[in-house]
């Protein structure tokens, strides 16, 4: 077939495109709305910049998994040039081998201090403490849980990359959970105002970017003092994080005038490792919250099936997971209804390449609306519908490799990328999640069960609260 150039797709304003349509609303609903008239690839436009869009499982798993090489660049997008120009680290960092090097050594450390291991769990267990006693702290009290959680999830990222974790109420902490949040935080102003960047020169248009700029100065001054101070202690014969990994590379490429292994480098890597595992985690775990406290019933399930395994007493662990299979039939749900990362991270082509009969050029962005696979109605027939179903689990209890379609929602999360090297692939996150929520909900109610000798359910115990 004779490749025609670009896809159609929806008609656009002169100058802005299609931005007005996409930063009205949730930009994922009117993406999957246009693929019912332009199909699963059509292009839009954003200002100057041409994109494309993908929708629908098959034709995401085609770009990337069976197409990865193809698929697997980043785009050099207004807030990439923003807040990292030299498109260095991990995420944002185009096809090629700075990137491929520094994720598979990231990967590899990590490994070694815990992703994977039973020391993650240690690390997520004395965590999940932690904020058991933060949320007995709040008594009958009605409580905001997202600051809490969001500690949790950091401070478990922290351990593995600092090697050590903060009390809640530690300012340096704290600043670091606020530049997190602005770092998320901008408003449909802001994201015109970078997108744009000459409205940066109307008064008051520059504060949306600035903020972000801020925010992200912030987190970075904070991983370096830490890399400074690791420095200063670094002992090679006890490697106790992941930044004495670095350091270790770093210092045995010295001599080497192409090496990636810079400091600027680590930076970068440990920034994209916060920003990449916190939000998200923390995210996951309120939908998982909300969902427990709409739906009690499911949630008095799970807890059933916690402590059919477990008691009341010991702790949870992976090699429990398989035994659990509803209530990671729930978390799985958890995940496919609230897609917290709608639009994933953009992908960019990394070569001029041909799609569907289509040409797409090298460089050019290209939108994996994962939002359209997990609300399919063709796979999910009542997508809205919050349905945890067993079914979708192999024997194992958990969602077999490549044996479903459905399980793409799993997998479409990091995934897509893993056979083609764009993943990110640190499953060890679900665990996390889990391993968090079930502590935190078995915790809450041992609290509740010890005090009233009666099984209340911790969203019945939350409403009555209200
Ligand atoms: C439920 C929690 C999480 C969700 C939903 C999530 C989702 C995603 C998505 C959608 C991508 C883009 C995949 C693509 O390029 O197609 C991604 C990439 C990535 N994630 Fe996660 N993530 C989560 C947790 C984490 C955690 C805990 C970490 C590490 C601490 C992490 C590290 C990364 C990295 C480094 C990348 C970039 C990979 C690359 O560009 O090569 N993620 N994640």
């Known amino acids: 077939m004779t490749p025609k150039y670009l896809p159609p797709g929806p008609r656009g304003w002169p100058v802005v495109g299609n931005i007005f ?11 999957t709305e246009w693929a019912k008239t332009y199909g699963p690839v059509y292009r839009i436009q954003l200002g100057k910049e041409t994109m494309i869009v993908l929708s629908g499982y098959d034709v995401i798993y085609e770009a990337l998994v069976k197409r990865g090489e193809d698929f697997s660049s980043r785009p050099a997008s207004p807030i990439v040039k923003l807040t990292n ?16 090097e520094h994720r598979k050594f990231t990967l590899m450390s990590l490994r070694e201090f815990g992703f994977g291991k039973r020391s993650l769990e240690g690390k997520i267990l004395e965590e999940s403490v932690a904020l058991q006693a933060e949320i ?4 009958n009290k009605p409580f905001d849980i997202s600051r809490m959680v969001q500690n949790a999830v950091t401070n478990v990222i922290c351990s593995i990359v600092f090697g050590s974790r903060f009390e809640y109420n530690d300012g340096k902490f704290t600043r670091l959970m606020d530049a997190l949040d602005q770092a998320f935080s901008t408003n449909i102003f802001g ?26 100065g912030t987190i970075k001054t904070y991983i370096r003092e830490e890399m400074d101070s690791h420095k200063e202690t670094f002992d090679s014969n006890d490697i106790r994080d992941l ?47 909300m969902y427990m406290i709409l739906n009690p019933d499911i949630q008095r399930k799970v807890q059933e099936e916690i402590y059919s395994v477990l008691g009341h007493d010991k702790p949870p662990s992976t090699a429990h997971r398989a035994q659990m299979p509803y209530t990671e039939a729930v978390l799985t749900e ?40 997990h609300h399919d109605p ?60 079930l502590q935190t909900a078995r915790g809450r109610y041992q609290a509740f069960h010890n005090r009233n000798q009666r099984h209340h359910s911790f969203a019945q115990e939350l409403r009555t609260h209200r």
Not at 85 to 100: C, L, N, Y
Not at 387 to 414: K, M, Q
């Open 136 to 139: 007995l702290k709040m008594g």
């Open 191 to 216: 994201q015109l105002a970078i997108f744009f960047p000459i409205l940066q020169r109307v008064p008051g248009m520059r504060r949306g970017p600035q903020i972000i700029v801020d925010a992200v």
């Open 21 to 31: 349509s996409l930063v009205a609303g949730h930009r994922f609903l009117t993406m």
């Open 243 to 289: 930044i004495d990994s670095y350091v270790r590379e770093t210092k045995s490429r010295e001599n080497d005038d192409e090496t990636t292994f810079t400091d600027e480098y680590t930076e970068m890597v440990l920034f994209d490792l916060f920003i990449a595992g916190s939000e998200t985690t923390s995210t996951t775990l309120y939908w998982a919250f």
């Open 85 to 100: 120009p030299k498109r260095i680290g991990i995420i944002t960092a185009p096809f090629g081998s700075p990137w491929k």
């Open 334 to 373: 958890v995940a496919r209804i609230g897609t917290i990362a709608p639009t994933s991270v953009f992908h960019a082509t990394s070569r001029d390449t041909s799609f569907h009969g289509y040409h797409i050029p090298e460089g050019m962005t290209v939108v994996t609306n994962l939002w359209s696979v």
């Open 378 to 437: 063709e796979h999910f027939p009542n997508p809205e519908k919050f349905a945890p179903c067993l079914s979708l689990l192999g024997r194992s209890g958990t969602v077999p490799e490549g044996r479903s379609r459905h399980a793409v929602w799993y997998r479409s999360t990091h995934v897509p990328g893993e056979a083609a090297g764009r993943d990110g692939a640190l499953r060890a996150l679900h665990f996390s999640a889990a391993a968090l929520h």
